[in-house]
């Protein structure tokens, strides 16, 4: 087993959709980024790529890159499961927690949980997401970005 640790923070702005976990979240902002912003799924994917000792996002995917340019982030999860695969591991277990203060997470937390599994090819009782505020407390406290952090085991594939 080997396991990874991800970290990915956005900023809030007007004019965007607001992704998170591969859901579309009603809110009157969304998050900035090159790519759809999903903060969920970076730090997901960061915590596999880390655990395979393959760099993270920005080096696999950049955002210098125009093919990256407001991209799903589920397409690169599905990227970074093909790379997992190709190493012959899959997923052991997945914990991650999203960190915003507005809007509330749990009404999205189970379909966040069904898109991740269905890319990474694993029942979704392997995904565990949890939500949290920061009670107010920096920039994600004061409405300014969301946050969110991953772990995940990967095991190799029986052949």
Same mark, same amino acid.
């Given at each position: 087993?080997?396991?990874? *640790? ?13 992704? *998170?976990?591969?859901?579309? *979240? ?20 960061? =915590? ?14 950049? $955002?210098?890159?125009? @093919?990256?340019?407001?991209? =799903? =982030? ?5 990227? %970074?499961?093909? #790379? ?10 997945? $914990?991650?927690?999203? %960190? ?39 920039? %994600?406290?004061? @409405? ?9 085991? *990967?095991?190799? #594939? $029986?052949?």
């Amino acid at each position: 087993m080997k396991v990874g *640790i991800g970290y990915d923070v956005h900023r809030l702005v007007e004019g965007r959709r607001l992704i *998170i976990g591969g859901v579309d *979240i009603p809110f009157e902002r969304g998050l900035l980024g090159h790519s759809d912003a999903d903060v969920l799924t970076h730090a997901i994917m960061d =915590s596999i790529l880390g655990a395979l000792g393959l760099g993270d996002i920005g080096k696999h995917f950049p $955002d210098t890159d125009a @093919e990256y340019k407001d991209i =799903s =982030s589920l397409i690169l999860l599905k990227r %970074v499961y093909d #790379i997992m695969k190709e190493e012959n591991y899959t997923i052991g277990n997945i $914990d991650a927690i999203i %960190v915003a203060q507005r809007p509330k997470m749990a009404p999205y937390i189970e379909d966040m949980k069904e898109k991740i599994a269905g890319v990474l090819n694993v029942p979704k009782e392997k995904i565990n997401i949890k939500a949290t505020t920061t009670e107010m407390l920096g920039f %994600v406290g004061k @409405e300014e970005g969301l946050a969110a952090y991953s772990i995940c085991s *990967i095991v190799p #594939i $029986d052949k």
